[in-house]
């Protein structure tokens, strides 16, 4: 029934053809992916050829237009199928959204038809060996030269390194700025000086590459500087990772989903004092809260992905954070219950529910981990309890103007902020 509530026709459709695709050609090969540690190209052609790229790419540029809540649908079924090809999906959208947000008209044209039609493939490259929660750290540099920048450095942890043909690369462009020192710059496969040169051994998600980046005075057109002015890298990241956040969230509400279903076939038919271990109270009781947990942060990230496609984008920091920490935990909890089910055979590789437990773990590490998103969460709370004002009244007297937006001012030494 609640698929009549908010959802378009467009966003049923592709979310039927993401379960098909998932079901035919994404769960099939999880496993021999994942012990290889190789790409799913099968299951990547599948999806291009079922037009799934074009989900998140405006219409003007080849795509469906459909916006976030289609995309995280899509999304949540094929990391159902295998959280790690989930990943591998939705890194596309991350890789392509500078461009969508802060791209010229001309880089639009140029690069986002090839992503919808799923010949190129995206990379996001923000992190650096010593950048990852401080993305304002960044040391990868890119100086003008004529009609040029040459970029230097290594870039850690890319999603999609060495399959990707178009990487997003955030640089510092004015090293003298405090508010404009980033810029984000589009470097293509085969650039000379740009190499993968370590691919990560993986706790999970292994299908997907995880590699370093290097720069090795990559000389690169001022033409790919994103939006074409310089210093507007850090906001184009942040404006991202917000848009991009629900999807994060999306992989992990398939994730939970996944081990769930397969929790419930197990707890079914494992027969032991004579029953099916789904007849036993206690069973009930995980199987019970694994299905209310993800149920609630399906919805979160409807609510969310909903918000941003009425236009709520710039103002949901807050909400996309929520989505993102709670699934994400939700996700690891029920990969760990739906272990416990199995029983020993959960801890064997010889069953995906194992792999289910690996692949949790990553998404309350990144895109912002979880520990972040709570402080951004804290953040916005705190500021927005100055509209909390009238309900002044109602705390003891003792404490009245003890605080004040979160910063405590009645001792002579001004005390820390709660959050920075
Ligand atoms: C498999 C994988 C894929 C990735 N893909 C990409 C990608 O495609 N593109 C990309 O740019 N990046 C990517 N990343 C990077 C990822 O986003 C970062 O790993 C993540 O943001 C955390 O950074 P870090 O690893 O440097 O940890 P750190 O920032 O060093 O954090 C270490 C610990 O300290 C905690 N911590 C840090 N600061 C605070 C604070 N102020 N308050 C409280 N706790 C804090 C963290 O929560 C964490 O628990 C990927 C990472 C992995 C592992």
């Not at 291009?48 to 469906?64: N, Q, V």
């Not at 038919?269 to 399906?298: N, Y």
Request: proline fraction near 3%; hydrophobic fraction near 45%.
């Amino acid at each position: 029934m609640r698929e009549n509530i908010i959802f378009t026709d467009l966003a049923k459709e592709l979310q039927a053809k993401a379960r098909e695709i998932a079901d035919k050609h994404v769960r099939p090969g999880a496993k021999k992916y994942d012990e290889l540690q190789e790409y799913n190209w099968e299951a990547a052609r599948a999806v291009a050829g079922a037009g799934l790229f074009r989900t998140f790419i405006p219409k003007e540029y080849g795509g469906h237009g459909a916006g976030i809540l289609a995309l995280a649908m899509v999304t949540e079924e094929l990391a159902k199928a295998d959280s790690g090809f989930g990943v591998a999906f939705a890194v596309n959208a991350l890789g392509s959204f500078p461009i969508i947000l802060g791209g010229t008209e001309e880089q639009k044209q140029r690069w986002l038809p090839h992503i919808a039609r799923g010949e190129k493939l995206v990379a996001f490259c923000l992190s650096e060996k010593f950048a990852g929660s401080d993305a304002s750290g960044l040391a990868v540099t890119a100086e003008e030269d004529g009609d040029h920048y040459i970029i230097r450095g290594e870039k850690k942890w890319t999603t999609n390194g060495g399959v990707a043909d178009i990487y997003s690369v955030f640089c510092v462009t004015d090293p003298t700025s405090k508010s404009r020192r980033i810029s984000a710059i589009v470097v293509e496969k085969g650039t000379p000086g740009f190499t993968v040169k370590k691919v990560e051994n993986k706790m999970g998600i292994r299908c997907v590459p995880v590699v370093e980046t290097h720069f090795d005075n990559v000389r690169v057109p001022k033409a790919n500087l994103i939006g074409g002015k310089p210093g507007m890298g850090f906001k184009h990241a942040m404006m991202t990772l917000d848009l991009a956040r629900p999807g994060v969230a999306a992989q992990a509400v398939g994730a939970a989903q996944g081990a769930l279903d397969l929790a419930l076939v197990y707890a079914n038919r494992r027969q032991q004092f004579g029953a099916p271990i789904s007849s036993f109270q206690m069973v009930q009781k995980m199987l019970a809260d694994m299905a209310m947990k993800t149920e609630a942060a399906r919805w979160l990230v409807y609510a969310c992905a909903g918000a941003v496609d009425q236009g709520a984008a710039e103002k949901v920091s807050k909400q996309a954070a929520m989505a993102k920490c709670f699934a994400s935990d939700v996700a690891m909890e029920v990969a760990t219950d739906a272990v416990q089910i199995f029983g020993g055979y959960g801890f064997m590789e010889d069953y995906p529910i194992a792999k289910f437990f690996r692949d949790a773990k990553i998404l309350q590490i990144y895109e912002g981990t979880n520990q972040v998103q709570r402080m951004v969460i804290a953040r916005h709370l705190i500021r927005e309890a100055n509209e909390l004002e009238h309900l002044a009244a109602y705390i003891p007297n003792e404490v009245q103007n003890t605080y004040r937006d979160g910063v405590q001012i009645t001792h002579s030494r001004k005390a820390e902020p709660v959050q920075r």
